[in-house]
Every structure is written in C-alpha cells, then in structure tokens.
C-alpha cells in the first residue's frame, strides 16, 4: 500500500477515535493523539479536505463527510478485528495488540476481513472493549 494512503487511513481512525470519545474533533486533539506538530497534522487535514473526506470549520472543528465516515469506520472496524485475532487466536497480550494490528490493519483486504470477521463469529468489541464499527 503507497505510504500516503496508509497515512490517510491512520488519520481517519484518528479521527474516529477521537469522534468517538466526544464528538468534537480538533486538530490539536490530533496532534496529540498522532504525536505529531500541529503544521503535520494541519496539512495532512487539508488533503483529507480536498478528497471530501472532512470538512474543516472555523475554530478548529473538524467533521467527517459522509464518505469519510464510512472511510474511518472502515479502517477502525479492520483494526479491532485484528485486534480480536491477535488475542483470541494468537494469545498477545494487550499491552502488543494495538501496534501490531496498526502494522496488519493495512494488509488486509475487503475478503480477508469478512472472512476473519465471520473466523471470530463476529465480534462486537475488540480487547480494549470498544465497539467493532458496522
């Protein structure tokens, strides 16, 4: 996968993430989630923008268009399913799941998923008890 649209991908579930928790979304929230600068995390923003991703607003705010939600959806749901298989088939503890499903997530098609999710009989949450999103 080109490194530029596997950047893209962990922004989005950045965003999610962050979505997730209070449904507020700030660049700086990025910032600090990513660890990385502000300008980084403003000018892959603006890219996320340009695709229709997110829609940027005055004051900061950040909001997903709706095929940026499906997008970031998408990419969290593969990687707590990773997460699921990382712990239940190969017993990795928690504290390893979350940077190794980060280094499979992007690996795994649309087949492989259905077909891993269907493995794991469909789970709701992945180990650190958030929801798989649909």
Not at 108 to 114: A, C, I
């Amino acid at each position: 996968m080109p490194k530029n649209k596997q950047s893209q991908e962990d922004y989005l579930r950045a965003l999610y993430i962050i979505w997730e928790e209070d449904k507020v979304i700030k660049s700086k929230k990025v910032a600090d989630y990513l660890n990385l600068s502000k300008p980084s995390v403003s000018a892959m923003l603006n890219k996320l923008q340009k695709k229709a991703l997110i829609k940027k607003k005055p004051y900061g705010k950040i909001n997903f268009t709706k095929k940026g939600l499906i997008k970031a959806k998408k990419i969290t749901r593969r990687h707590r399913l990773v997460e699921v298989f990382l712990k239940k088939s190969l017993g990795l503890k928690n504290k390893n799941i979350h940077q190794e499903a980060h280094n499979l997530e992007h690996a795994f098609s649309d087949l492989s998923v259905k077909r891993l999710e269907k493995f794991l009989k469909n789970p709701k949450k992945c180990p650190h008890g958030k929801n798989i999103p649909k």
